[in-house]
């Protein structure tokens, strides 16, 4: 039985903007080497390789993910995201609430172009 999602690899532009950039939110990373910068959230590693370090190339428009999204247990905490990201000058939506699911969200994207969210799991 599938329990968690171990992992998330994702081919960036510039190694040195994404690290300053998601290390504003996230923290520091908890490996670099070479081509490469990881983060731990819960059990999930997420990954940002360089694309010569990367398995095939990606263009996201000839398909592929549209976004991803990090989950916040409460109002507050997506307040305090919401903060963090204004301190940190990134640009972002502000909270919307999703038409589907009628939960709150902010939604931005990284300096590569990729859309993340920050979506609350509880209201």
């Not at 038409?99 to 509880?122: A, M, Q």
Request: no cysteine; net charge negative.
């Amino acid at each position: 039985m599938i329990s968690n999602l171990d992992h998330i690899v994702i081919v960036v532009k510039d190694l040195f903007e994404t690290e300053l950039f998601y290390s504003s939110f996230l923290g520091s990373p908890i490996e670099t080497a070479e081509g490469s910068i990881a983060y731990e959230i819960g059990k999930t590693k997420l990954m940002f390789v360089l694309p010569e370090h990367a398995f095939a190339e990606y263009n996201r428009n000839e398909g592929g993910m549209n976004h991803f999204a990090f989950a916040v247990e409460t109002e507050g905490e997506l307040k305090d995201v919401l903060g963090r990201l204004g301190k940190a000058n990134i640009k972002n939506s502000g909270i919307e609430i999703d038409k589907v699911g009628g939960r709150k969200f902010v939604w931005f994207d990284d300096p590569s172009g990729t859309r993340l969210e920050f979506y609350l799991r509880n209201d």
